[in-house]
């Protein structure tokens, strides 16, 4: 089990003219790899991150992208920036391509029905460049007893969407995290383990997100990746880092 962490807390600035001094501390705070988002990279240039990453001893958990899946035509637009995205993360070795839906107010059963076949089109587009693809849930997918997110579990393929369950998220949305990590648990192939309590973001702990429950929930399980996010920190990135490194250390032995 390797343990990475979002270089979101380090800001665009850094991540796409500095992302050498933010691995720097990402590997100073005792992680293996990072997730981040396509966005702050050259989707031409895999070497590059290549390069930096074998520079500071890390690794790639996984890219992350996001779009309008409920719209057929906007994903149609999309598809050729996501097949290189999904090439790009095969190639920097990620471990999975994350995938964030976006909100809309009275979803239809029909628009959740194109979610779930533009899911199962982009496992499939994933496969073939040999990434897997995890759907990463906000609060929305949480609300109405997981309504969302169950109608995606039932109607897409196993075999091309996973889930990536960001915990923080789950507790944002009214749910349980540990309840709902058990009932996707075979749906699931990687966490964002983040805290939250109200509308603050914290390091692991120290929020209201029951971790000791979690933990008994996976521990033992074979994960390639669990991955720290933490969306704002009120103290210099590098320090939050650390802290929440030092819990999974404590708390789950890892």
């Known amino acids: 089990m390797k343990i990475g962490i979002q270089t979101r807390p380090w800001g665009p600035e850094a ?6 001094d933010v691995l720097a501390d990402i590997r100073a705070a005792g992680y293996d790899g990072i997730e981040i988002g396509a966005q702050h990279l050259d989707l031409r240039k895999p070497g590059l991150l290549l390069r930096l990453l074998d520079e500071h001893e890390l690794m790639t958990a996984g890219i992350h992208v996001g779009g309008e899946i409920y719209d ?7 598809r050729a920036e996501l097949e290189r995205t999904a090439g790009y993360a095969a190639e920097v070795g990620a471990g999975y391509l994350a995938f964030s839906g976006k909100p809309l107010e009275g979803k239809t059963t029909e628009m959740l029905a194109a979610e779930a076949d533009n899911l199962n089109r982009l496992g499939e587009m994933c496969a073939r460049q040999g990434v897997s693809l995890a759907y990463h849930n906000h609060a929305w997918e949480i609300e109405g007893d997981c309504a969302e ?6 109607h897409t393929d196993p075999a091309l969407v996973s889930f990536l369950l960001d915990v923080a998220w789950v507790q944002r949305g009214s749910g349980d995290p540990v309840a709902v990590t058990r009932e996707f648990l075979p749906r699931i192939v990687c966490f964002h383990l983040k805290d939250t309590r109200g509308d603050e973001w914290l390091e692991l702990g120290r929020g209201a997100v029951d ?10 399980r074979p994960w390639r990746w669990l991955v720290v996010e933490q969306d704002e920190t009120k103290r210099p990135p590098i320090e939050s880092a650390r802290i929440s490194r030092d819990y ?3 708390k789950l032995g890892v």
């Open 15 to 20: 991540n796409r003219q500095r992302l050498g």
């Open 248 to 250: 999974l250390r404590e």
């Open 72 to 78: 057929p035509d906007a994903l149609r637009r999309a």
């Open 211 to 220: 971790f000791s429950g979690l933990f008994e929930v996976i521990r033992g």
């Open 149 to 154: 997110l169950r109608f995606l579990r039932d």
